[in-house]
């Protein structure tokens, strides 16, 4: 890259399945301390600009993006927000400091998915209005179709897209950031209540609610205010086609030119030799196994069998989500992938507690920005 | 300084509700009109195809997604096709359970590179797999109206 770009400091709030008690400005608020603090800004003084994610329909409110800056102190200054995933805000925020105009960028993104009421028809009003709309289905059944299409063509066992749930649920006991820890079987996550066949309820991640708030900064700044910044080695992001009748339905391609796109940038040939950890989207279960086969992890079909032996676990060759990913930490909407970052950051800085991987020097973040888009980025971080 | 003090009894949380009436027209194009049309008014399928790519489109459009070439080319299609991929869904919009859960699935029509997304009738959900062969069943002409579901689904040939 042009210029150094690091994390100097990181905050949340949540991460919890409902939060009545504050609003979605009061959570970005408190978040927004934390990641303050723990960078040693102010924001009304340090800040050269602010980068958030949000979605229209997520929020209740149409043209969102007015709403942002007050509770992140980013009132009178340089504001941009962006719909996408949270790590296409980091990317926006990276492309702001290579552009050599702002040296102190803060990115945004949160979820308050207890407050939508209408879920799944909000997700059906994304699909197309004309082919799709009409026959008025689950959104999920775009899932059903991929796993199923996924599961013949690399011939995964359903007992894999199991185990990652059994994994990720278990890693976020550890976690108490995470929201829906706990320990289930393989039995009872296949034969929990069937959305879209093959997909079960417990393969499907619940929401949370929850903000995360990062201070991103150039190599200069990130060295004087801080001795222990996480650096940005790579970012990338892609799109496939978003008509249903011409995606590929067995592989994430999106999610392959990401990580290619990533891995160009970081200088990285060998993906699972060069890096230690990832934090991938595991919205639904297979999509955990298909992702790491599109990142380079492992070759198609190798995904499942991987999970299975264990490789995957955190004590395993390659840590996948020791966070607990979305199915045990909830998924946040537009903010699932700076929690995916999050949790790299603190693995990175060896503050992962009973949940920390070994030896973690260099880190992937994954994001999906789910159904029924094929929207994906990639970042990889390094101590 | 950040949050000094919380709510902390359930009922002093309090909440607000909203609702939006939303209501848009969707321009089916150049491409969409002759398709609904022809599906209204003949029960046919009709794709673009792109020379260059030698790919042909359903739905039709009017450019090519992989080399971005204006596409003018129409050519009659199938109504048959076979099952690419598909699902057994139980949920309705508003995530109850269906009374009938509905097999979607999708289609890719024979002698194109797409395909349709629509629901399969006429059999079981045990007996569909990847690769069974459909046939689209349209409405009566007297009720078509120029839409995808115009086609009442697509179900086994034969």
């Not at chain 1, 980068?51 to 200054?77: C, K, N, W």
């Not at chain 1, 390659?318 to 929690?339: E, I, K, R, T």
């Not at chain 1, 999050?342 to 693995?347: A, D, G, N, S």
Request: glycine share 10%; charged share 20%; net charge negative.
């Amino acid at each position: 890259m042009l210029r150094e770009v690091a994390i100097v400091g990181a905050g949340w709030s949540g991460f919890r399945s409902i939060s009545p008690d504050l609003s979605y400005k009061e959570m970005m608020y408190e978040a927004a301390v934390r990641a303050y603090e723990d960078a040693g800004i102010d924001p009304r003084r340090d800040v050269d600009s602010f980068v958030t994610v949000a979605e229209d329909f997520m929020e209740g409110t149409s043209i969102f993006d007015e709403y942002t800056p007050d509770q992140l102190g980013g009132a009178l200054r340089p504001n941009h927000t962006i719909t996408g995933d949270g790590i296409h805000g980091l990317a926006a925020a990276v492309m702001q400091i290579l552009t050599g105009q702002f040296d102190l960028v803060v990115v945004e993104a949160h979820s308050k998915a207890s407050n939508v009421l209408t879920f799944p028809h909000i997700l059906a009003y994304a699909m197309d209005p004309v082919y799709n709309r009409p026959l008025a289905f689950h959104p999920y059944a775009i899932a059903g179709m991929e796993m199923r299409r996924y599961l013949a063509e690399t011939a995964t066992p359903l007992e894999a897209c199991a185990r990652v749930v059994v994994k990720n649920r278990a890693n976020a006991l550890f976690n108490p950031l995470a929201a829906h820890g706990a320990n289930i079987s393989v039995e009872a996550v296949l034969g929990s209540d069937m959305v879209a066949e093959p997909l079960t309820r417990l393969q499907c991640a619940d929401h949370a609610d929850g903000a995360i708030v990062l201070v991103v900064a150039d190599g200069a700044t990130a060295r004087a205010l801080t001795d222990r910044p996480i650096w940005i080695r790579g970012i990338g992001w892609a799109n496939d086609t978003h008509t249903l009748e011409s995606r590929p339905w067995g592989e994430a391609s999106y999610a392959y030119l990401a990580a290619q796109m990533a891995y160009r940038t970081a200088g990285i040939k060998s993906p699972r030799a060069e890096i230690d950890f990832a934090e991938i989207d595991d919205t639904f279960a297979y999509k955990e196994l298909q992702h790491l086969e599109a990142l380079g992890f492992c070759r198609p079909g190798e995904a499942g069998l991987w999970t299975l032996e264990g490789g995957t676990e955190i004590n395993g060759e390659f840590p996948v989500n020791p966070s607990g990913g979305s199915l045990g930490m909830g998924h946040l909407l537009d903010g699932s992938g700076l929690a995916r970052v999050l949790e790299v950051i603190f693995q990175l800085r060896g503050e992962a507690g009973r949940h920390q991987v070994k030896d973690a020097e260099v880190g992937m973040a994954f994001a999906w920005r789910g159904v029924p888009t094929t929207s994906g980025a990639a970042v990889i971080l390094s101590n | 300084m950040s949050l000094l003090e919380r709510i902390a009894h359930p009922n002093q949380a309090k909440v607000w509700y909203g609702e939006i009436p939303i209501q848009s027209r969707y321009t089916v194009g150049i491409t969409g009109e002759r398709f609904f049309r022809e599906i209204k008014d003949n029960g046919r399928l009709w794709g673009t195809r792109c020379p260059h790519c030698d790919l042909v489109y359903i739905p039709p459009r009017l450019y090519c997604e992989r080399c971005f070439a204006h596409l003018e080319e129409w050519v009659e299609v199938p109504t048959t096709g076979r099952v690419h991929t598909f699902t057994v869904v139980h949920l309705d919009l508003d995530g109850n359970p269906l009374p009938e859960p509905r097999i979607i699935a999708f289609i890719q029509i024979d002698g194109t590179d797409g395909g349709l997304i629509h629901d399969l009738g006429e059999v079981d959900p045990e007996e569909v797999c990847i690769g069974m062969c459909v046939e689209a069943v349209f409405k009566d002409p007297a009720e078509r109206r120029g839409s995808i579901t115009d086609i009442r689904y697509f179900r086994p040939v034969g």
